[in-house]
């Protein structure tokens, strides 16, 4: 197996792409294929400001490796929510990285914050773990940046991330995500731009690219994510792509180009208003993230305060 660049041993084959690249030429594939992103589908521009939720994981860290190497100004914010042994070793992958290669990182920490993780809102509350895991981090993803005055927001989801969303969205029809599916969503009533670079890569790539690079990240999944819907969407769409290379690709970025269209229009999109307890984006009088923590006894402005005190 030979580099289609430079014709030396290859480390890596790329089947979907009928080529394989060795270490130096599949660094430079990586750096084109997020770039290719950015300018395809306009998601910023040089000399903004980028804030990338990193979780310690292979995507979020190669990502922040690859922006920085672009010479974009893209600083960290790990969540941590106090899922045990693994928020400790995810937010010490992060903070190794940041250190590593001098770059800002935001912690916002529940433990630090209210003395408990997300667990426990999430029981306190009734509504299941992961719903509450992802309502509470978009929630402080989303007033990080705008409290901080960063112009996006950019997470790590990566082309089987994407394509299996897609999959899962389609076979409920759910219309509405279907809608906003995409690696770019423009800021809207309060809302700051959200975008995902690494779509046009895998997650074997991403994983690739840290050996490479030797960046250290941690190896297992969230330990609450076992037995989800999203994993079996993925394993579905693995199965397909063993036997025709190419199929993730063809899904997911053939819907972007042939097939988002059909779903736009129809409804209008909901309005939006200042939350009457914290402030930020909701559709009702009090957004959920405030309902929730509140039912759990805890004050939802600590987090704010916890958000303004996250030094980078």
Same mark, same amino acid.
């Given at each position: 197996?030979?580099?289609?660049?430079?014709?030396?041993?290859?480390?890596?084959?790329?089947?979907?792409?009928?080529?394989?690249?060795?270490?130096?030429?599949?660094?430079?594939?990586?750096?084109?294929?997020?770039?290719?992103?950015?300018?395809?589908?306009?998601?910023? #521009?040089? %000399?903004?400001? &980028?804030?990338? @939720?990193? +979780?310690?994981?292979?995507?979020? !860290?190669?990502?922040?490796?690859?922006?920085?190497?672009?010479?974009?100004?893209?600083?960290?914010?790990?969540?941590?929510?106090?899922?045990?042994?693994?928020?400790?070793?995810?937010?010490?992958?992060?903070?190794?990285?940041?250190?590593?290669?001098?770059?800002?990182?935001?912690?916002?920490?529940?433990?630090?914050?209210?003395?408990?993780?997300?667990?426990?809102?999430?029981?306190?509350?009734?509504?299941?773990?992961?719903?509450?895991?992802?309502?509470?981090?978009?929630?402080?993803?989303?007033?990080?940046?705008?409290?901080?005055?960063?112009?996006?927001?950019?997470?790590?989801?990566?082309?089987?991330? #994407?394509? %299996?969303?897609? &999959?899962?969205? @389609?076979? +409920?029809?759910?219309?509405?995500? !279907?809608?906003?599916?995409?690696?770019?969503?423009?800021?809207?009533?309060?809302?700051?731009?959200?975008?995902?670079?690494?779509?046009?890569?895998?997650?074997?790539?991403?994983?690739?690219?840290?050996?490479?690079?030797?960046?250290?990240?941690?190896?297992?999944?969230?330990?609450?994510?076992?037995?989800?819907?999203?994993?079996?969407?993925?394993?579905?769409?693995?199965?397909?792509?063993?036997?025709?290379?190419?199929?993730?690709?063809?899904?997911?970025?053939?819907?972007?180009?042939?097939?988002?269209?059909?779903?736009?229009?129809?409804?209008?999109?909901?309005?939006?208003?200042?939350?009457?307890?914290?402030?930020?984006?909701?559709?009702?009088?009090?957004?959920?993230?405030?309902?929730?923590?509140?039912?759990?006894?805890?004050?939802?402005?600590?987090?704010?305060?916890?958000?303004?005190?996250?030094?980078?």
């Amino acid at each position: 197996m030979r580099c289609l660049k430079c014709g030396s041993g290859a480390c890596i084959e790329i089947r979907r792409h009928r080529a394989a690249y060795c270490e130096e030429h599949f660094v430079e594939h990586v750096h084109k294929q997020v770039t290719r992103a950015v300018r395809k589908f306009k998601m910023f #521009e040089p %000399g903004e400001k &980028l804030l990338l @939720a990193v +979780s310690g994981g292979k995507d979020s !860290l190669a990502l922040w490796d690859v922006l920085l190497d672009l010479g974009y100004q893209a600083d960290g914010l790990y969540i941590d929510l106090g899922i045990g042994d693994y928020s400790a070793r995810s937010r010490e992958k992060a903070e190794n990285f940041a250190g590593a290669r001098r770059a800002a990182l935001h912690v916002v920490s529940l433990p630090e914050t209210y003395g408990v993780n997300v667990g426990y809102i999430a029981k306190k509350s009734g509504k299941p773990f992961c719903s509450t895991c992802g309502l509470v981090k978009r929630y402080i993803m989303n007033a990080a940046a705008s409290i901080k005055g960063y112009d996006a927001v950019v997470t790590g989801h990566n082309l089987d991330d #994407e394509a %299996g969303a897609l &999959l899962g969205n @389609a076979l +409920s029809w759910q219309v509405g995500y !279907l809608r906003r599916q995409s690696p770019n969503m423009p800021a809207s009533q309060g809302l700051v731009r959200k975008v995902k670079p690494l779509c046009r890569l895998g997650e074997r790539e991403t994983a690739a690219y840290c050996i490479i690079k030797g960046i250290n990240y941690i190896l297992e999944e969230c330990p609450m994510a076992k037995g989800a819907s999203s994993l079996a969407y993925k394993d579905v769409l693995n199965a397909l792509e063993s036997r025709a290379p190419g199929t993730k690709d063809r899904f997911y970025l053939g819907f972007l180009r042939e097939g988002r269209h059909y779903f736009q229009g129809g409804s209008e999109e909901p309005q939006l208003r200042p939350c009457s307890v914290c402030g930020q984006p909701t559709t009702a009088e009090t957004c959920s993230f405030c309902r929730q923590v509140q039912r759990a006894g805890l004050d939802p402005l600590a987090v704010l305060e916890a958000i303004k005190n996250s030094g980078a």
